[in-house]
C-alpha cells in the first residue's frame, strides 16, 4: 500500500485527488493539508510514503516546506504537483530534493504512474521533464539565471520578490537580518538586478509567482 499526502490550498483540488487516488487498488490516503504548516505538524503521527506538494501555498512556499522536508524526512518521496508548468520550477525543485514534478494539467493516468513511480522509491520524470534535463546536459537549456540559484537563495529570492521585508523573511526563514541581507546583495548580482523592485519584476517575468 502506498499512502499518500495531499498538501494544497485548494479544498476543490484536494476533493478530486482524493477521488482519483483512493479508488486505486493499493494507494491509500493518509492525511490532506490546506497549508505546508499543518502538513508538517501532521507528519509525525500520519507517515506516509509520497507527500503531493503544490508550490503556491499560504503561509510557507512548497519551496519553504521541501526544505524543511529534506531535513527532517529524507526519506519521505515527494512529488511537486503545482499549476506552473515545468519550463518555470522543475529543474530547480528536481535540484533541490523533489523526487518529480507534474503540472496539474497533467492526465489522471500520468498522476498515477507519478504517484505508483515514488511508492517503489524511485524518481518521476515526465515527458518534458525528461526533455528539459536532456537539453540541459547537452547544454541546449534554457539557462535561466533562476535555476541557478541554492535552494536558500531560491528561498529568499521568492519572499523578496512577493514584496516582504528583510526582517519579515529572517523572521520567516530562522535568518539574521544580516544573512537575508547576504543573500539578497548575492541575488541582485546572480540576476542581474539592481533592486527588490526589479527582483520582482524578474519573478513576474519569469512566471515564478502567481497571478
Known amino acids: 500500500m502506498v499512502n499518500v499526502a495531499i498538501v494544497d490550498d485548494h479544498e476543490i483540488v484536494r476533493a478530486g485527488l482524493r477521488e482519483i487516488l483512493a479508488n486505486e487498488l493499493g494507494i491509500g490516503i493518509a492525511f490532506e493539508a490546506a497549508s505546508g504548516e499543518d502538513a ?12 503531493l506538494l503544490d508550490l503556491a501555498l499560504p ?5 519553504d516546506v521541501l526544505r524543511t522536508l529534506r531535513q527532517r ?7 511537486v504537483l503545482t499549476g506552473y508548468p515545468e519550463e518555470r520550477y522543475a529543474l530547480a525543485m528536481l535540484r533541490h530534493g523533489a523526487d518529480g514534478y507534474l503540472c ?12 505508483r513511480t515514488l511508492g517503489q522509491g524511485q524518481r518521476y520524470l515526465s515527458p518534458r521533464m525528461a526533455e528539459l534535463l536532456a537539453d ?7 539557462g535561466a539565471a533562476h535555476d541557478l540559484l541554492s535552494e536558500r537563495e531560491l528561498q529568499v529570492f521568492l519572499h523578496l520578490a512577493r514584496g516582504q ?22 541575488l541582485l548580482d546572480k540576476l542581474g538586478v539592481a ?16 497571478d
Open 104 to 115: 496539474k494539467e497533467c492526465g489522471q493516468d500520468e498522476l498515477l504512474r507519478a504517484v
Open 59 to 63: 503561509g510557507q512556499s512548497g519551496v
Open 165 to 186: 521585508s528583510v526582517s519579515d523573511i529572517g523572521k520567516a526563514l530562522h535568518l539574521s537580518i544580516k544573512t537575508v541581507s547576504t543573500y539578497r546583495t548575492r
Open 73 to 79: 524526512y529524507p526519506d519521505l518521496k515527494v512529488l
Open 136 to 142: 540541459e546536459v547537452a547544454g541546449n537549456g534554457s
Open 40 to 51: 508538517l505538524s501532521r507528519l509525525p503521527e500520519c507517515p506516509c510514503d509520497v507527500l
Open 195 to 210: 533592486s527588490n523592485a526589479e527582483l520582482a519584476a524578474y519573478a513576474l517575468r519569469n512566471g515564478l509567482l502567481a
